[in-house]
């Protein structure tokens, strides 16, 4: 429950500076923390009696247990593996009777968007198009059932249940998608390439396009939890994702605005993203706390990120 205390902490701690006329820069640099921090203690009751009409109804019940991928490396046999576009939309798990996020919140999907998808859990990604990530996410992220879920459609990858390997997985998911007979439900296009030239003539094709990158499954794998090297993906630059925990001030014509972000990777690493924030993210940038994702080239011999590019918040958080 930890979790969830920090995050209504930091929204009452925002709450007080607005009510204090605080600006949000002041407030990032910890302007007159103490004072807030003062009140905000009188009104974490009320928040926290609240949270407990609040969260169970956006918490499915903990984190679904999901296959994740490892980079593509050379050396592989291309023949043993069928390959997929890499959709950039949101991870989501139906389990027979809900959709559930990849850290554990019940989207609130329209009864008339599920209720064609079959009584088996489907591994997918919620997806509207190439490069609308952040229209999907706003989409999705919503805590009631509206109209934008029409152009939503859940791109399935797998069947976490189903004891074959991944070729006959394929199969089952092909059959089932076609018997719902439901138009917000696909199964990503899966086909096999020849060897490593035609993989590299297929991940430009699907740059140019406007694509992020792709997957490569390999065909003999069970499904299994966690990273495995039977799922590999391929980008032309390596994505990864980081917690925000601090800020570096702008100089010069940045002076009053935010300089960087201070992240701290999964791995453990802190280092600074500055390079692809526009200007009203640096005025107003990403809260202590949030998921970024950010490009980057290799590492150093400190197992810093090369040339770190900030190129979006990743939240799947619900919205008022």
Known sequence: MHKYYWLFMSALIEFMAWVYGISNNQLKEGFTMMTICKDAGRLLAVFSVAALFYL???LAG???AL????????????GDYWVSEKLDGVRA?????????????????PSWFTEKFPPVPLDGELWIGRGRYEKVS?????MTPHDGWKQVRLMVF??????GRFSRRLQSMRQLVEQSASPYLAVI???????????M??????????????????????????RSSDLLKLKQFSNAEATVIGYRPGKGKLAGMTGSLKVRSDDGVVFFVGSGLTMQQRADPPPITSRITYRYQGFTKNGVPRFAVFLRVRDETPLQ
């Open 56 to 58: 169970p109804d956006i």
């Open 62 to 64: 903990g984190k679904p």
């Open 67 to 78: 296959m994740l991928a490892t980079r593509y490396h050379q050396g592989i046999d291309i």
């Open 93 to 109: 798990r139906w389990d027979g009777s809900q959709l559930v996020s990849r850290g554990g919140y019940r989207f609130a999907a």
């Open 138 to 142: 706003a989409v999705v992220r919503k």
């Open 158 to 163: 797998d069947l976490p249940q189903h004891q």
């Open 189 to 199: 296009r899966q086909y096999k390439v020849a060897d490593n030239g035609e993989l």
């Open 201 to 226: 003539q297929r991940l430009q094709s699907v740059i140019d396009d406007g694509g992020e990158g792709l997957m490569l499954h390999r065909a003999a794998a069970l499904y299994r939890n966690g």
